[in-house]
């Protein structure tokens, strides 16, 4: 019997031997091969660049040679010498400097930071992944910022949370910051000047939607966010008595999903744009490969991570200046990104500098200013700076901070120095590998506590996954080590405790640690010094540059348990090293300074080329003006967009691509010219803003405007889905008073064919947006009356609005080269924006009509903020407006469904479009909200479906 049973145990364990060794073999295997892919990429990717290098360094071959970069300019630039360039700041002498130079301008600042759970007092940091150092980071820049002589106003815009799960602070439309500085002053502050938290309603009511589900939503924040600072440029212009709207110097986004919002804002306005990442997609995505634990399409679905890359790729499109924290960020982490290289960008700036053509290439530049501490929270304690601390006895009495005694309550010996880590339980934090440091360091353990404050938490079970399976593993390794008694781990911290821990880790002699596998900045390390606590740090990233600076302590590799738990003995156990980390720590912190990061923040921001919405007439003023002048003139329509006719001849490859076999170029705004210059009346276009100020009129009064926006494959389908939709319209009581506006890929010669062939007049429409979003024309009064002269006006002031970064002449010749070297498949969009890109062309490549067109049209151009275009110039109203489109469309489709606008979705019409070519690396889940009362479906493109569908959108009925 027992033999029976030994036989079967032994086979038991056998098969379960036999199975652990199947698994580790398969995870092994797995591991290897997603390396194996991840070493393609890189060598794909290399390759790529520095084929595109080449072609740059031909193109801009005039200069190569010999051309010297300023270095000593350059490197400081960078950030080289960290140590070198925090001078204290808050000295009397360069303020008054500062505000005598400055004091004259009164400048509005908008920063964003988009998920919400932000408030000016109590903030909530480590109550989620989301609420981390950025929050701190942007409330105490916003501070900082309304307190600087010359600032007038600084908006940060985020989002209106008001569901049952988060304080009802973050539902308030507007919180004033105060402006407190360490002398504890209040501002003074004038009218609707000073720092404000202005909550912005977008995305599902009710609701808190963590950052990586937002994505779908931004189109509405922008929307409402624009509308906010039209407002309130207008107010604040009056306030400041100069009678035109006091437009923002700079939007500056902080994430990549601010990143995104803040180049469409920048983009609707003409204002400049700046960057803050604080962490980056690529660079997360590289450790998680590295990592090997997840394919790269399990790391999208969980971390919706390519769309966050698109999105810092559009910031670095757009933006002046990328601000980072350290240099590594800019050399390791940005130097990751198709539209950034180090290497070009000091090159182009060395052209600027010496007023040589750039060759249509632009990279925004980028600058290291750290970020600074608020020392008013920090009370000195008996001890500081003269060599001798206090003892490490506590005084654990009820005058101690109620924190203290709830820390304490865990330890058996509370008198050991104390090792703290304190940082949100995401994975990258690294917080794992620091207990089994500790725990398996008998010395470590026998030395010093442990103190583990990892945010907020009520259950465990209900954290996110990520976030308590830290936890678990945690505990776990606790029990494991038998740690009991030795690490403290509490529940709870409000904002206001964690000055006093810190203070109580510093009263122990104890050490703070980072362990991050990779921390981009690192706040907690500058806080740990400004408290008198000596670091432990990882050697990547920014503490490499925290060291350098303060010179407070050791870095370690993370990744290698025993030298971390080596690092932190050596400075428990040598009090001379401790004491010596500590006084540095103490006497150097003044460098990470808010007055001096916006000393240097705004004179950068002021030396960008400023850059405002700015019409050729204004409204008062047109009525003096001769129609048709020549002030007006050809110079006015710029040659913005070109068109690359990709034949069909070839065999459709859905994946891939669409097989060329004719290439032909065609640039709209040159031909117009020409003809415009011969008069050529076949293409009847005024340059009279007389006219177009008619049209405003028009836009203006309209009640309600639809946009029809199918990208039909031919113009017969697109003149019967046309006159479908507005003969549904037409049978609405109140129909006089809607509008239309034609939102297309076509040129303005194209449409002019378009109506003839639809026997629709010029007049039939409000407004005609062209060559996707690259030209915006209006009909001219007296086509209504057949009368000879111009049919269209085209909208100069929308010329000059969007051409920003536009790279002419030298973006044609790349993008003819790139077309004679395709000898095969067309590739999809993503790679021709991914190319141009590489090459610092910034532009807007959007294939059309099926893939049969590639568009090419400023970075800021499209068809859906040409409509923001006209909310700023003709005040249109965006929620009343209705954009018709089909079930798929050109590649730029999906900018026209989100916003505050509504959409019909028209079933059955261009489905097919998506399949010759895809522009996204993401699910379309990830662009468009699935759950939004603004978007309807019309089964069917009949009259009687979309006056159902125009009903459902309410839009028939007010
Ligand atoms: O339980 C916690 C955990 C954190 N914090 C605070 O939250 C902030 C955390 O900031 P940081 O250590 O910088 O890390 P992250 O939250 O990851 O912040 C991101 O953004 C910061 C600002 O750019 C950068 O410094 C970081 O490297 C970057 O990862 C600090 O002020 C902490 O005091 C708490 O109050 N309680
Ligand atoms: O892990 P990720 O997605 O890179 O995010 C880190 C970012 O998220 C936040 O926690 C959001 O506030 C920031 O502190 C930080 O910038």
Known sequence: MSQASAIRDSQERNTRLENMCWRIWNLTRKKKQLEGEEAQRVVKRHREREKARREVTVDMSDLSDGEKIDVVGDLSAHGDSVRGRMSRVSSVDTMANWANQYMEKKLYIVL??????????????????DTGGQVKYVVELARALGMMPGVYRVDLLTRQVSAPDVDWTYGEPTEMINLTDSLDVMHEVRESGGAYI???????????IPKELLWPHIPEFVDGALSHIVQMSKVLGEQTGSGQPLWPVVIHG???DAGESAALLSGALNVPMVLTGHSLGRDKLEQLLKQGRQ??????????????IEAEELSLDVSEMIITSTRQEIEEQWNLYDGFDPKLERKLRARIKRNVSCCGRFMPRAMVIPPGMEFHHIIPHEGDMDGEAEGNEHNVESADPPIWLEIMRFFTNPHKPMILA???????????????????????????????????RDVIDEMSSTNSSVLVSIIKLIDKYDLYGQVAYPKHHKQSDVPEIYRLAAKSKGVFINPAFIEPFGLTLIEAAAHGLPMVATKNG???????????????????????????????????LWARCRDNGLRNIHRFSWPE?????????????????RWKRNEDECSDSEPDSPGDSLTDIKDLSLSLKLSLDGEKNEKSGTSVTALDFVENASKKKSQ??????????SRSMEKAEQSKFQLSRRRKLIVIAADCDTPAALADVTKTIIESVKKDKSASSFGFILSTALTITEVQSFLELSKFKPHDFDAYICNSGGEVYYPCLNSEEKSPGPSFSVDSDYQSHIDYRWGGEDLRKTIIRWADNLNDKVPPVKEVRRLLRIQALRCHAIYCQSGSMLNVVPVLASRSQALRYMFIRWGINLSNLVVFAGESGDTDYELLVGGVHKTVVLKGICSDASKVHSNRNYPLEHVLPTMNSNIVECGNCSQEDISIALNSLGFSKE
């Open 112 to 129: 964003i930071s988009l998920h919400g759970l932000i408030r000016g007092e109590n903030m909530e940091l480590g109550r989620d992944s």
């Open 198 to 208: 202005i909550r912005i309603p977008f995305g599902q009511k009710d609701k808190y």
């Open 254 to 256: 902080h994430y990549a």
């Open 295 to 308: 394919p790269k399409e399990e790391i999208n679905a969980t971390y919706k991570i390519m769309r966050r």
């Open 422 to 456: 304190l940082a949100r339980p995401d994975p990258k934090k690294n917080l794992i590998t620091l207990v089994k440091a500790f725990g398996e360091c008998r010395q470590l353990r026998e030395l010093a506590n442990l103190t583990l404050v990892m945010g907020n």
């Open 542 to 576: 920014g503490p490499v540059d925290i060291h350098r600076a303060l010179d407070n302590g050791l870095l370690v590799d993370p990744h290698d348990q025993h030298s971390v738990a080596d690092a932190l003995l050596k400075l428990v156990a040598d009090k001379q």
């Open 597 to 613: 990061h916006c000393k240097t923040y705004l004179a950068r921001v002021m030396s960008c080329k400023q850059r405002q919405p």
């Open 676 to 685: 415009l210059d011969n008069m050529v009346s076949t293409l009847p276009i």
